[in-house]
């Protein structure tokens, strides 16, 4: 036998192993793909039948104040219609907003903040000039893995319970971004140096008004508001440490 021939099987079992440490190196490196989203803490809303478009309408508006300097970051204000029992109630039929579109080029989420509506749809795109490779994977009330997908391709998801979502890529650790997924759209963006707020086309009747924070800081306000048909309800809304 020659040396040629002595070489070959070894050649074979140098590539096998290179292709067994590549695959080790990629399940290590791969998320785990969840087919179907994880609701692990998000508010669980019932629709019922009556409908926002033929609901009497009133307005809630406010100011916000803190009890020391504010995080440059926006603050939610959002309602949920209450039930006879003073739980979380039906919150009626409405037009889910069109479908929002996330950017990815250059590495990053664009926008890498919005407030969505519950049932609203988020189409992902792989829009980088060149071959680059994404993922998309939520964590935060809402958990899934919208899996790898290479440039020009997009990923759809949505997002039908309300609740905070982080958003990442596994591929990219410094990609990320933030939704805030309302149980209904009466709700309001604060931005970063607002103190006022206003929601119209609210359909009449008792809600409970709530906060939420893009970066947390003070506690989370609530309280109990009544609207009335074409009427305007005033809420102070006091954020403390």
Known sequence: MTNKMRKLPLLGVALALTVLATAAIKAQLAPSHLPDPLYTKSATFEDGDWKWADSKKGTVKGTVSFSTRRPQQPIVVYLVKLGTDEKAGEQGLYDVPDMIEVSQQGGKFEPSFAVLVRKQKVKFLNDEEKEISHNVYFLGDIEADLGIF???????????????????????????????????????????????????????????????????????FETTVEVTDAGTTDVTVEMAR
């Open 150 to 220: 290479d440039q020009g391709e997009s990923r759809e998801h949505d997002f039908e319970e309300a609740g905070e979502v982080s958003v990442h890529c596994s591929i990219h650790k410094r990609m990320d971004a933030k939704f805030y997924v309302a149980p209904n759209p009466a709700f309001a963006v604060l931005e970063a140096d607002a103190s006022s707020f206003e929601i119209k086309d609210v359909p009449a009747g008792k809600y409970k008004l709530h906060t939420w924070q893009k970066q947390k800081r003070f506690k989370d």
